[in-house]
């Protein structure tokens, strides 16, 4: 069964950063996507990054562009989400899936997700 595990959210002050891990087990095939979602009070989940683990290949929303920065290390399982320059806006809980084949930024797209992480921006 695949599982994966978030770490690294908390609470920061605008203009800092943080660093999201999103920790996987079970995926036998290397061929797979990672992506990031956020969901922040009464809005829908949407897309932040996203990696294709073969090749590394990157999708980022236009909101992450320049300030986040996704990244793998194949050989922990592990995709790292550094996000800088961090805006009241970027509050949320953030989630890590993965889905087989190419990236996608549908989150319906995805099969297995993560418990969440919440990211909380302060003034």
């Known amino acids: 069964q695949v599982q994966l595990v978030e770490s690294g959210g908390g609470l920061v002050q605008a203009g800092g950063s943080l660093r999201l891990s999103c920790t996987t087990s079970g995926r036998t095939n290397s061929a797979y996507a990672v992506g990031w979602f956020r969901q922040a009070p009464g809005k829908e989940r949407e897309f932040v990054a996203a990696i294709y683990s073969s090749i590394g290949i990157k999708q980022y929303a236009d909101s992450a562009k320049g300030r986040f920065t996704i990244s793998r290390d194949n050989a922990k399982n592990t995709v790292y989400l550094q996000m800088n320059s961090l805006k009241l806006e970027d509050t949320a809980v953030y989630y890590c899936?993965?889905?087989?084949?190419?990236?996608?930024?549908?989150?319906?797209?995805?099969?297995?997700w993560g418990q969440g992480t919440q990211v909380t921006v302060s003034s």
């Open positions: 899936a993965t889905k087989l084949g190419y990236m996608s930024q549908t989150a319906g797209a995805y099969d297995y």
